[in-house]
């Protein structure tokens, strides 16, 4: 018994030996980085890892005074973050995520005014009042089909068609309660019937359609992409960035723009209120829009610049076949945020699960 | 003067724990009575008038209850059969047996979707089998989630169950046997009453987990409610407001489960031991019998790893080359060395065990001193510290976070508030709440299977207060201080909800690496870092169990 106890002590002796290793190589490595002189800047980012290193390498060649530093997160969680870090802020540039959450920000006025040097070659779509925020890219719509089981000819060409008998069961959805790109496309639908019947009812009719057709809806966007990828199903609708990523990455995805018109989310960059380095910040901004870093952006990563003013000769081919046959459907965004969250609940309660009782109907 | 110390240190814990949990928690869920001008009811008359908030709540309650059942249908005779026979490999397939908790969340989940999904292998086995020519199921809905919680939680069952039954003394089974009660009937009346404390522990463990639970839903909830993606999706529409009543509603639900759940064992010291070992694992007299179990537990123990197979498997296949193959055409290692290419992406491992250890030392510290003055020391104040340690697992992750966050975001001392946002401290410390329910209940149910007899009797013989902690109490305690720091450690390694609200560039831990590879759909990536983590998990959990061993 008295071995026993002695043989513990000093197991636990080594463990808290090793425990405090482990903690001392932790806090050295986070002390180890950083004291390098340069000046830190801090950018809260939904985008993902590729492009930021792309940027971050160009930016820091560029201002060799510099350190950028990136916290990538979800879009709400920026706003999360930069809610409750109103009183002490953090983060110096909010970069990336659709204009709607950007308004979100500006309503608890999380953003001061900035107009980038490119401010000229941008807008007017994405432009905030005030100065605000910019636009730095823009994400089109687009109905994407996996292209070993259909070809080109074959999936619809306009929003109506989706709604074809064929492909009821086939078609995945991205929950559209959490996420940006999918509510700007019901926005779409629903002003449509706004402006046709003056009312959303026959949206939401519509909606409710597409709920009957629906396989699944899918909260998590790499689940959609692996179940349309092993043709769990056939069919969606979804931003024109990540399938292209994808599809260069070797998800066999192809795309078309719907006749009638898309929606295109304007991708935005802002100045956070409080910001504490504001002009390495502005820096950064006058950089995500210079014409080196959007070309940058869309070669690499498939990012469809903001500005208008890029030679053809140099931006890559599939920026001119975008804007070739993208057709931009009006959208009347302030309206959207406006009555966005009305529609979007009134959409989760009512009409969502309730397409199979429709086709029940005989009506 | 010792008795009035005493309650004084009582209300010094509990008002450590506000000051943790019940403060920060208040300034956030104000908002949800806070309107445009003044004081209203209005979110929650919302919230009473819509259907699909009910279902969401009716969904989050009976998945929970279900997933209690199933849970404790699969651990306790499970950790019975560990610990009471002896078959060919029960050593090693004992420690198999809790490996689920090492399956790191959300990229654990997804290894379910290779496996059981609609194209996943046990899909296309069947399909080939069977001759189907579609898929035989649909990972989807309230199924797929209760599949996945029965899975990853059975293991509070069995790892509570063993700590308890190594408590229970042999001499009592004996005493038992020799006033002729049958072995069915010992058991009943007299091993199930003394591991009444560790049950209940773990059922309120289990149902407080799935409450919370969102990888699971979040992946293969399609469109089954539960509150925990309901609270999300609401932030996302801007009701912020709302949020906050959805998240005060699944509090109240946690509340009416820890009364539920934590009724009778309130206050009562179970002695179990006065002298003597657990009893030594019975060897099956039929050689037939035993040679059956053997197989059993190897299957079972097969089934039990296939998730963590198919993320290891997973993990060495290139981005974009698996689509409706059965099984991967092409294997590589370049998602491992994409990880470690570059020495940036060591750091977050580093990161996640330092802060991990450190909120796991603190919680374990914080249970102790709960667990003597609840079960010990019977301070006035007992029945409140049991309800704020279980509190934090009544409220999601995120909202947890940004409530930890609102509150330690501005220096004002004298509010008891101080600067926490944006250094090293605040994602530990957001471990450590989160950690206290299952470093609370596992340390306090411990503490009321030990026989005060025998720190009493230390006392006696001249060891001063603190001598007999360290040399009878801590090593008495070991298997349940084992049990509840092992799964505190590993569920903090593994947190993403709380990590992405808080984390800073310096403390970038593991799941966020996990959560960036997912976004850009690199899932043999993130699955690389699932095996990390995994293995860092099953370490800990390998020392964990080996103590244990040791302490019965």
Redesign the interface.
């Known amino acids: 018994m008295r071995f026993n106890l002695l043989h513990v002590r000093t197991v636990q002796l080594h463990r808290g030996l090793t425990t405090m290793l482990v903690l001392a190589a932790a806090l050295g490595f986070s002390a180890g980085c950083g004291g390098d002189g340069r000046e830190p800047l801090l950018v809260y980012t939904p985008h993902g890892r590729d492009q930021l290193q792309l940027l971050e390498q160009a930016f820091e060649a560029q201002e060799p005074g510099i350190d950028l530093r990136w916290l990538d997160m979800g879009s709400q969680e920026i706003l999360d973050r930069l809610r409750f870090e109103r009183q002490n802020t953090q983060a110096d540039v909010w970069f990336g995520g659709p204009s709607t959450i950007f308004d979100r920000g500006i309503e608890d006025s999380l953003l001061v005014p900035y107009r980038p040097a490119w401010a000229g070659a941008v807008g007017p779509e994405g432009i905030a009042p005030g100065d605000l925020y910019y636009p730095a890219y823009r994400t089109p719509a687009v109905i994407a089909y996996n292209n070993t089981a259909l070809s080109a000819d074959e999936v619809p060409h306009d929003w109506d068609e989706v709604l074809d008998g064929q492909w009821a069961g086939k078609i995945l959805i991205r929950d559209p309660m959490a996420s940006g790109t999918m509510r700007a496309i019901w926005g779409l639908i629903i002003q449509r019937s706004l402006r046709i019947t003056g009312d959303t009812a026959a949206a939401m009719d519509w909606l409710r359609r597409l709920d009957a057709h629906t396989k699944t809806y899918t909260l998590n966007p790499a689940i959609l992409v692996e179940k349309l990828s092993r043709q769990e199903g056939l069919l969606t609708v979804w931003g024109l960035q990540d399938i292209l990523f994808f599809r260069s990455q070797g998800a066999p995805f192809g795309y078309v723009f719907p006749r009638s018109g898309t929606v295109v989310i304007e991708d935005a960059v802002g100045l956070v209120r409080g910001a504490r380095h504001p002009e390495a910040a502005k820096r950064f901004i006058d950089f995500v829009g210079s014409r080196e870093a959007q070309l940058l952006a869309a070669r690499g990563v498939f990012r469809l610049p903001a500005r208008h003013d890029l030679p053809l000769d140099s931006v890559p081919d599939w920026v001119s076949e975008v804007e070739q046959n993208m057709i931009v459907a009006p959208m009347d965004w302030e309206m959207l945020a406006r009555e966005g969250p009305g529609w979007m609940s009134y959409w989760d309660q009512r009409v969502r699960g309730t397409g199979k009782t429709l086709d029940a109907d005989p009506r | 003067m010792r008795q009035r110390r005493r309650q004084m240190l009582g209300w010094a814990l509990v008002a450590l724990l506000v000051w943790l949990i019940v403060y920060p928690l208040t300034l956030v869920l104000l908002e949800s009575v806070r309107g445009a001008d003044g004081w209203t009811t209005e979110f929650f008359r919302q919230f009473a008038s819509?259907?699909?908030e009910w279902s969401a709540l009716w969904g989050s309650l009976w998945i929970s209850a279900a997933s209690v059942f199933l849970a404790g249908t699969i651990g306790i005779p499970l950790a019975f059969l560990f610990a009471r026979f002896d078959f060919p490999g029960r050593r090693i397939l004992s420690g198999l047996v809790a490996l689920p908790a090492v399956l790191p969340p959300l990229v654990g989940v997804?290894a379910f979707?290779f496996l059981y999904?609609?194209?996943g292998f046990v899909s296309h086995l069947v399909r080939a089998v069977f001759r189907l020519d579609r898929?035989p199921w649909?990972l989807?809905g309230a199924g797929a989630i209760l599949l996945v919680h029965a899975y990853s939680m059975y293991v509070y069952f069995y790892l509570f169950t063993r700590a308890g039954l190594a408590r229970v003394d042999g001499s009592l089974l004996e005493a038992a046997a020799s006033l002729g009660a049958g072995r069915w009937r010992t058991t009943r009346e007299v091993v199930l009453p003394l591991l009444r404390p560790a049950l209940t522990g773990a059922a309120l463990l289990t149902f407080m987990t799935s409450l919370a639970s969102f990888s699971a839903p979040?992946?293969f909830?399609?469109?089954f409610r539960v509150m925990t993606?309901q609270i999300?999706?609401t932030?996302?529409?801007?009701?912020y407001s709302l949020a906050m009543v959805e998240t005060a509603a699944l509090a109240a639900l946690a509340l009416i489960g820890f009364w539920v759940f934590g009724r009778g064992d309130r206050g009562d010291v179970l002695v179990a031991t006065a002298k003597g070992a657990a009893p030594i694992a019975r060897r099956f007299s039929s050689r037939w019998t035993r040679a059956l179990t053997g197989t059993a537990a190897w299957v079972l123990a097969v089934v039990l790893l296939l998730p963590h197979l198919t993320l290891v498997l997973v993990s060495f296949v290139?981005?974009?080359?698996w689509?409706?193959e059965a099984i991967p055409p092409e294997y590589s290692v370049q998602n491992y060395v994409a990880l470690v290419r570059e020495p940036e992406r060591l750091?977050p491992l580093?990161?996640s065990?330092?802060?991990a250890?450190?909120a796991t030392?603190a919680a374990v510290a914080l249970a102790l001193a709960a667990g003597i003055l609840i079960v010990r020391q019977r301070v006035r104040a007992r029945g409140v510290i049991e309800t704020l340690l279980a509190l934090p697992w009544a409220v999601p992750g995120?909202v947890f976070a940004?409530a930890i966050?609102?509150a330690f975001?501005?220096?004002h001392p004298w509010a008891g508030r101080f600067?926490l946002?944006?250094t090293?401290w605040i994602l530990p410390l957001a471990y450590l709440v989160r950690s206290l329910p299952i470093t609370g209940r596992g340390i306090v149910a411990g503490f009321r299977q030990l026989d005060p007899s025998l720190e009493e009797a230390a006392a006696t013989l001249g060891a001063g207060a603190w001598r007999t902690l360290v040399?009878v109490t801590l090593?008495l305690l070991?298997p349940a201080l084992a049990a509840a720091a092992t799964l505190a450690f590993v569920t903090a390694l593994g947190d993403f909800v709380t990590s992405?609200?808080l984390?800073?560039?310096?403390?970038?831990p593991i799941s966020?690496e996990i959560?960036?590879?997912?976004?850009?759909?690199d899932?043999g990536v993130a699955a690389a870092y699932g095996v990390f983590l995994m293995l860092a998990s099953a370490v800990v959990f390998a020392?964990g169990g080996e103590?244990r061993e040791?302490g019965a």
Do not use: C, H, W
């Open positions: 819509r259907k699909n997804i979707l999904g609609e194209s898929p649909r989807e979040y992946i909830g399609g469109g993606t999300v999706s932030r996302l529409n801007g009701d290139p981005v974009g080359t689509t409706i750091r580093l990161n065990l330092g802060m250890t450190v030392l995120t940004i966050a609102t975001s501005v220096s600067l946002v944006g090293f040399r090593p070991r992405i609200v984390y800073t560039y310096d403390t970038r966020l959560l960036a590879s997912l976004r850009q759909s899932v020392v103590r040791v």
